[in-house]
């Protein structure tokens, strides 16, 4: 970075961060008639360049709205939420990683030519004081976790790349808790979140989160007591839902991470499920389709694809302006039309198991690289990282992003040529003893999903594609 650039990137700094201050100490007082105000000054600040004037001008629409959804929901968060956690999640996570961090990967995908992620997931221990029937973390074990110092070296390296997002996964993250704190101490510039089941949060945790501001929890709920407690085991329910109040309380920012399956999904897309989450204060939901990973799991979890269907339009009733819920939905197999199909292996990010492995995807245990043994932009040149940069999209119909669930033979010729390894801690699971679990879903979700892409309209992603690049 050069001085001019330098000096500019201090100004627009400077300007944003005094935004965000004056703006969210007036919203306090009057959250509705602070958002319009909000929405009038933001052309102001946008002429750093900030974002896209289109983006404006469709806040600007909505606000002028009475009945909007999104503004609702907004006015609840400013109702909701400590005004300085507020602040510092906006500084973090819209500043810094929305803003620079974007700016800065973008630049370097092009001057790298491999993949350069937003965000990267890490377990700090592979230890959890549950073991829910199907989860992928059970299978790595308890004997394993990153020191502190390991974590420290890859949000350093990450950030020299342009990522100000961390995920922690895990095993149980919170186990770790007191090292996530710290990091989120010494990393200001950075946003964090970690999954977690609840069990772990108290008083005394929710007070150190208030004061980093920096940190959200996404906390797994898979919809009523009965539907919940059958896979996570008896008093998970009640745990999580006291958690959710606990955090409500202090005033943070938290949501939730529902894995949804071929027995749960009416539980956890019915209304009554939804409208608790938005009483008890959640602000966000994360969906996540079951994977069948690892040695015990079982396929028949595996949503049918007439359930996938209803997903997909399950979440766009949900997230109408008119008629939906105050909650943010997303759904990372049923959402791969926004983001131009496939975000793994360093595209949008990757994941490092507690071992180190940088895998291409929290659900793809497989490797060809360590942190103990090769940097994180060494592991984004590695033959494994390359193959997802050369061969993304692995579907022009990106309801069928994956190359593990929708399209076996992609995986499974990515780990044959490049070599991978087995990631899994307890018992290595071959390439073709995982996908042949993808098969049958696969080939029975591609017509119905043909079918969705056909009959729907579709937003452009404006993301880049490398596998016709001559230059890779």
């Known amino acids: 970075m050069d001085l001019a650039e330098s000096v500019k990137n201090k100004a627009i700094r400077a300007a944003a961060n005094a935004f965000i201050d004056r703006t969210v100490d007036s919203l306090a007082n009057d959250p509705e008639g602070g958002i319009r105000r909000l929405v009038d000054k933001a052309g102001k ?13 469709a806040i600007r629409n909505a606000a002028a709205d009475p009945d909007n959804v ?32 974007t700016k ?40 394993q976790s990153l020191s502190i110092e390991e974590m420290r070296s890859v949000i350093n390296q990450g950030r020299e790349l342009g990522v100000h997002v961390y995920m922690y996964t895990g095993g149980e993250p919170l186990i770790r808790k007191k090292d996530i704190i710290t990091l989120c101490r010494e990393f200001r510039d950075c946003a964090f979140l970690s999954f977690t089941n609840a069990t772990l949060i108290d008083d005394a945790f929710c007070a150190e989160m208030k004061d980093v501001g920096n940190l959200v929890l996404a906390l797994s709920i898979e919809g009523s007591q009965k539907s919940n407690d059958s896979r996570r085991g ?9 958690a959710m109040l606990l955090l409500k309380k202090h005033r943070l920012f938290y949501g939730v991470s529902v894995c949804y399956t071929r027995e749960n999904l009416e539980s956890v897309t019915n209304d009554d499920f939804l409208d608790m989450l938005v009483s008890d204060g959640v602000k966000f939901g994360m969906y996540f389709n079951y994977m069948p990973v690892g040695a015990g799991a079982d396929k028949e979890l595996i949503p049918t694809p007439q359930q996938r269907k209803y997903m997909y339009y399950w979440l766009r009733r949900v997230r109408n302006a008119k008629s939906g819920k105050q909650l943010l939905v997303m759904d990372f197999q049923d959402d791969g039309e926004y983001v131009g199909g496939c975000i793994a292996g360093g595209r949008n990010y990757f994941h490092i198991n507690s071992s180190g492995d940088m895998e291409p995807c929290v659900f793809i245990h497989y490797s060809d690289s360590n942190i103990r043994s090769k940097t994180i932009l060494e592991a984004l040149k590695s033959p494994l990282f390359m193959s997802y940069y050369k061969g993304q999209p692995f579907n022009d119909n990106h309801l069928r992003p994956c190359p593990m669930l929708e399209n076996p033979d992609k995986l499974c010729e990515i780990i044959e040529r490049t070599g991978a390894k087995s990631t899994e801690l307890i018992e290595p699971e071959d390439v ?15 017509s119905v999903a043909d079918e969705i892409w056909a009959e729907n309209p579709h937003p452009d992603p404006h993301t880049s594609y490398y596998r016709d690049n001559h230059q890779v």
């Open 234 to 242: 008896e008093g998970a329910y009640e745990a999580t839902r006291n």
């Open 104 to 143: 800065t990967a973008r630049r370097n995908r092009e001057v790298l030519k491999c993949n350069i992620p937003w965000l990267i997931l890490l377990d700090p221990t592979s230890a959890c004081n549950l073991k829910c029937k199907g989860c992928w973390a059970a299978e790595y074990g308890y004997r």
């Open 70 to 101: 999104y503004m609702r929901m907004a006015e609840r968060w400013v109702r909701e939420v400590d005004p300085e956690v507020l602040k510092q999640l906006l500084r973090s996570l819209g500043v810094e990683a929305g803003y620079f961090g």
């Open 45 to 57: 600040l946008n002429s750093l360049g900030l974002y896209p004037p289109k983006y404006l001008d």
């Open 432 to 446: 073709k003893s995982l996908t042949d679990k993808c098969r049958d879903f696969a080939a029975a979700w591609e």
